[in-house]
């Protein structure tokens, strides 16, 4: 791994991240972990959503938010960029009329013909443009319409097993393995633009005040489980294929000789705010 020369030839930088996961949606359907219940609970209750709201789900990926507010009642409408997820999302949710999607990016989107009650982003705020996203959620919701982004994060573990497993990163070149800091784990944080997911809804002008959710869970992760999510991740797939097998490849041994799993344990971030007038 070490033949890299540089971060361009080992990332490349023509792919776009942000639908990048299309190539392997099935894959990201059924590894990456799951939000719990008591999130949308708490989502449900912050926002006060009547039995049959309508609600947009940006970046909704394979759908993994929309079918709980689906399974609840609502009508969701979800924007998500890459076709190849757009269509496990829609084929999870065809047994319902009260699901749609829009194959466009947020920014791009026309918008509703009538205001949303809700809008939620789970895992993917990040992608939407820093610059209008706030605005276009703003303009998306109705009066005391509610916004909340959310995502699950792994904790950083310092056991042996971690610890040999950043030793297989440290093959990489230093301005390389820069990219991998925060993606290492199964899971990732939502990037943001300020100095904190709250901070981003004040300076945006566009919500009032911020509420809060954390909640933490354990998952046990196999090594097959935990490359199969590292296959998920934008970073990663923007590695050439060899170079990319060698890195899974040696993880996955670390992992096995360590019993062939771990527990790892998550933080489910949310932030939520209603629609400024």
């Known amino acids: 791994m070490g033949r890299y020369l540089n971060r361009e030839q080992a ?41 049959s709201a309508l609600v947009v789900d940006v970046g909704c990926g394979t759908g993994k938010s929309s079918e709980w507010f689906v399974r609840n009642g609502h009508t969701v409408v979800g924007i998500e960029p890459d076709h190849r997820m757009a269509a496990i999302a829609s084929a999870k949710l065809h047994h319902s009329n009260r699901f749609t999607i829009e194959t466009v990016e ?3 989107w026309l918008g509703l013909t009538a205001p949303a009650d809700l809008v939620i982003s789970g895992q993917a705020w990040h992608w939407a443009d ?7 959620a703003h303009a998306t919701l109705k009066n005391q319409g509610w916004l909340c982004v959310f995502w699950n994060q792994p904790e950083v573990h310092s056991d ?7 030793k297989v990163y440290d093959l990489l070149p230093s301005d390389v393995k820069q990219a ?28 009032g005040s911020v509420k809060r959710f ?13 490359v199969e ?7 990663h797939r923007l590695l050439p294929t060899e170079y ?34």
């Open 11 to 51: 990332l490349d930088p023509t792919r776009n991240q942000s639908t990048i996961f299309g190539e392997v949606a099935d894959l990201y359907d059924r590894s990456r972990p799951a939000y719990p219940a008591q999130l949308f609970d708490w989502i449900g209750v912050v926002s006060n959503i009547g039995d």
């Open 214 to 226: 954390n909640f933490s869970w354990d998952l046990e992760v196999t090594s097959q489980s935990h």
């Open 229 to 235: 999510n590292l296959l998920t991740q934008s970073t």
């Open 106 to 108: 947020f920014q791009n």
């Open 160 to 166: 042996e097993i971690h610890k040999n497993i950043d």
């Open 130 to 136: 820093p610059l209008t996203r706030f605005r276009s």
């Open 180 to 207: 991998f800091h925060d993606t290492r784990l199964p899971g990732s944080k939502s990037a943001i633009t300020a100095a904190s997911p709250a901070d981003e809804f004040d300076e945006s002008k566009c919500f």
């Open 244 to 277: 990319r097998s060698r890195l899974l490849n040696e993880i996955a041994d670390v992992i096995d000789s360590h019993g062939g799993s771990y527990i790892q344990t998550f933080n489910t971030h949310a932030y939520a705010a209603m629609r400024a007038t």
